[in-house]
């Protein structure tokens, strides 16, 4: 039965795609689906588990946006080859949620067999499974009204050692934005769950933790690779601690020993309008056309670039070194600031 890529080895792509640069960019930046494997994904990983004689199938990857695209791509050819209509629209809602979920379009197929599903932002609902709080039985905790989202802010903490781990950011997230549009009052950590970057002490924190509880030679690497985990994305950097946690059983220490992997996180500063560089003073916006449009760090290490786009305030200490001359000369060709200032 031909369902999916694992069916016939990609042999439907190659009738699309010739070379590996001809795949779309999503694929390419995700990297292909691997073989399909539960050791490796679970059943959430795919749009349906297909029951199979001797075993249970799963079909259509969703794990990312590269998966989702070509299981798309596959289900308008092999849509008609489910064994029954129920599988069929289960992978289509499914697949119809992971294009919402990875910003994509659905594909016409997907579209018509997932037709009683309802597109909705994710946090739109403003509720989420919670079990055992608020009225007793209710299987939400809702945060809706100004009371409700009162009780919730106040129990914040409470609520969110019951929740799990992957729930927990989606509440804070949720309760974050309800409370905004109330123009109420948000618990003080809550940042630590809504961030949009790494909390550098709170990633070391949680770094040190895991080095006390896994094997020393693990310990090491992890140290190793501490500061560069640091700079990942923050979502990255809470899956990179997440893998950690799952490998050497971790997950029971959360929050008792461990902090979450989820509560590494943090609100970058604004940056300021106006940037100093050697006495003088350019609005950032320029600053970082010249760093990305014309170049003007290349002499640098990449690393030294990128401190210097995000803190040009550094040039200050060099300000009578060559460093600083050769960027003010630049600057000068290019207009932003005049001869002699």
């Not at 289900?75 to 697949?95: G, I, M, Q, Y």
């Not at 946690?245 to 008792?256: I, Q, T, V, Y």
């Not at 040039?315 to 960027?327: F, M, S, V, W």
Request: hydrophobic fraction near 40%; aromatic fraction near 10%; charge should be negative.
């Amino acid at each position: 039965m031909l369902l999916d890529m694992y069916d016939d080895r990609g042999a439907l792509l190659q009738q699309y795609f010739r070379r590996n640069e001809d795949y779309p960019e999503e694929v390419q930046r995700s990297g292909m689906p691997k073989t399909a494997s539960l050791d490796d994904f679970g059943p959430e990983d795919y749009a349906v588990m297909v029951p199979m004689k001797d075993h249970i199938k799963p079909t259509f990857p969703i794990m990312d946006e590269g998966a989702t695209m070509l299981s798309c791509l596959y289900f308008e050819h092999t849509h008609s080859n489910f064994p029954n209509d129920t599988l069929r629209k289960t992978a289509a809602v499914n697949l119809r949620k992971a294009c919402d979920q990875f910003d994509l379009d659905p594909t016409p197929m997907v579209t018509k067999f997932a037709a009683e599903y309802q597109e909705t932002p994710r946090l739109s609902s403003l509720r989420i499974p919670y079990p055992d709080q608020a009225i007793q039985g209710t299987s939400f905790f809702p945060v809706s009204t100004p009371e409700q989202i009162k009780t919730a802010s106040s129990n914040f903490d409470k609520i969110m050692r019951k929740l799990d781990s992957f729930e927990r950011r989606e509440f804070a997230l949720n309760l974050e934005k309800a409370a905004a549009e109330h123009e109420l009052d948000m618990p003080e950590n809550i940042s630590n769950w809504t961030g949009n970057q790494v909390d550098l002490m709170g990633f070391m924190e949680a770094i040190e933790q895991r080095v006390a509880r896994v094997p020393y030679e693990i310990g090491v690497v992890l140290r190793k690779t501490a500061d560069e985990a640091a700079n990942l994305p923050a979502d990255e950097a809470a899956n990179f601690l997440r893998t950690i946690d799952e490998e050497f059983g971790l997950e029971p220490l959360w929050d008792r020993e461990i902090r979450d992997p989820e509560s590494i996180r943090a609100f970058a500063p604004a940056a300021p309008a106006v940037v100093k560089i050697a006495d003088m003073e350019i609005p950032r916006d320029q600053w970082e056309t010249a760093c990305r449009d014309f170049d003007i760090l290349a002499p640098f290490e990449p690393s030294v670039q990128q401190e210097l786009l995000k803190n040009p305030e550094v040039l200050e200490h060099y300000k009578d070194h060559p460093i600083a001359g050769y960027i003010v000369e630049r600057l000068q060709e290019l207009g932003i600031v005049p001869d002699g200032n």
